[in-house]
């Protein structure tokens, strides 16, 4: 079974930075998206970046290129978020996402992380 685990959010203030972890387990599978989401309070979960695990194609929201940069280190299965200049409105819990096309199911499977609460203060 897939498992993410996220890890690294807190308080940070205005201009900080903060980097999240997020720890897979459970996976064999070679070919797949990951990404992060963040949700706000009161808001929808909302797409933050998004990479091909062939490293060739990273998406980020319009609100976070040049903020974030998504990372990862394959001996220890962990997918990182670093971000700076933060700013209060980017407070929101933040969730790792792996996307893989299951054969065995025949379509497009999605795993979850808990989440991990980042809070920017002014």
């Known amino acids: 079974q897939v498992q993410l685990v996220e890890s690294g959010g807190g308080l940070v203030q205005s201009g900080g930075s903060l980097k999240l972890s997020c720890v897979a387990s459970g996976y064999t599978f070679t070919r797949y998206v990951m990404s992060w989401y963040r949700q706000a309070p009161g808001k929808e979960r909302e797409l933050v970046v998004a990479a091909t695990s062939d490293g060739q194609s990273t998406n980020y929201a319009d609100s976070m290129k040049g903020r974030a940069t998504i990372s990862r280190d394959n001996a220890k299965n962990t997918v990182y978020l670093d971000m700076n200049s933060l700013k209060p409105e980017d407070t929101a819990v933040y969730y790792c996402?792996?996307?893989?096309?299951?054969?065995?199911?025949?379509?497009?499977?999605?795993?979850w992380g808990q989440g991990t609460l980042v809070t920017v203060s002014s």
């Open positions: 996402n792996l996307g893989y096309y299951s054969a065995h199911a025949d379509r497009y499977l999605e795993v």
